[in-house]
């Protein structure tokens, strides 16, 4: 990135990202995500305008320069969901930026991003889900391991952990409360009940494991003992719905789909599943549980006060 950028402007980016850290609390994968989009970005802006671009040229950006380098993105095969994200981080910084020193950013800050189709999760079903985890003790003839993938894969469907939370579990929770507290995204807090179920799944697998669950130290682990890794987890579920004969999409994150999707279908309030999966918008819960204009109504109107 110091290729393509004069030191004032790169004392710029790194004050940007600086603040995204201590006063936003972003995670540092999302930090790394958006200097390399930002790269990216000037990069071509390198190229485009004939040298590393300063303060003063990147705050002269154009309309036209934006669509440039959408089109040069586009001609290399930049689908139209990495393009709006790209964007999205391109816009963040000139927001942050523009506040700070008081330009106008509308050129870049106008930009639309490309529309495109917005995948919607595939749940599974209720026999699905539950075929999943008995299926799990099928694929490993070692006891311990047996327990740890239904463990694990219990705490997705009972809790509607991210794989990320579920692994970043410490063995100092054994044994597991009625309530746990996980940090996710963004290091937002929430508290998300334990079912009876997954405490028991849990249960199980530390007494039946070898090695030392010592506090302080991850609660599920490999075969050798260092901490368990999400492609353990999803390998394990691809032998067992390629034996069940379920969906490619039954996938460790289609478990946290499914615990969402079949709290709604019971009854569930909106809102509620939205604080346990610890979503910050409404729009995102709804596309987690794939549900419909008619159901969002029907929630409507149970809690409008002038329904």
């Known amino acids: 990135m110091s290729l393509t950028l004069t030191p004032a402007a790169r004392d710029i980016l790194q004050s940007w990202l600086t603040h995204l850290r201590g006063v936003r609390g972003r995670a540092e994968a999302t930090l790394t995500a958006y200097a ?39 001609g290399r095969g930049v689908g139209a969901r990495s393009l709006a994200r790209r964007l999205s981080a391109v816009k963040a910084f000139y927001t942050w930026w523009s506040d700070r020193d008081g330009f ?8 639309r991003a490309p529309k495109h189709t917005r995948r919607l999760p595939r749940p599974l079903t209720e026999t699905g889900a539950r075929d999943m985890i008995d299926g799990l003790a099928m694929q490993d003839e070692r006891d311990w391991v047996q327990a740890r993938d239904i463990a694990v894969v219990t705490l997705l469907y009972g809790c509607g952990l991210r794989i990320s939370e579920a692994l970043g579990l410490r063995a100092d929770l054994l044994p597991l409360p009625d309530v746990l507290r996980i940090t996710g995204k963004g290091g937002k807090e929430r508290e998300v009940p334990v079912l009876p179920a ?36 999803a390998r ?23 615990f969402a999707t079949h709290l709604l279908d019971a ?10 999966l610890g979503h910050a918008s409404l729009s995102t819960t709804q596309a987690y549980t794939a549900v419909d204009t008619a159901r969002l109504m029907d929630v409507y109107r149970a809690a409008h006060p002038k329904a």
Do not use: K, N
């Not at 934006?66 to 586009?74: E, F, I, N, T, V």
């Not at 106008?104 to 930009?111: H, K, N, Q, R, Y």
């Not at 009854?267 to 346990?276: F, K, N, S, V």
């Open 198 to 233: 997954a405490q028991a799944a849990c249960a199980r697998y530390a007494r039946l494991c070898p090695h030392d669950l010592a506090p302080g130290t991850p609660l599920f682990r490999a075969i050798r003992g260092g901490a368990l890794g999400p492609r353990a987890v």
């Open 104 to 111: 106008d950013a509308t050129a870049i800050l106008s930009m």
């Open 36 to 74: 390399a989009d930002l790269g990216e970005f000037l990069a071509f802006q390198a190229g485009h305008l004939g040298g590393a671009p300063g303060p003063a040229a990147l705050r002269a950006l154009t309309t036209r320069d934006m669509r440039a380098w959408m089109s040069d993105q586009r």
């Open 236 to 258: 394990v579920m691809e032998q067992t719905r390629m034996q069940l004969g379920l969906p490619s999409t039954a996938t460790p994150h289609a478990m946290r789909h499914s």
């Open 267 to 276: 009854g569930g309030d909106l809102r509620a599943i939205q604080e346990l």
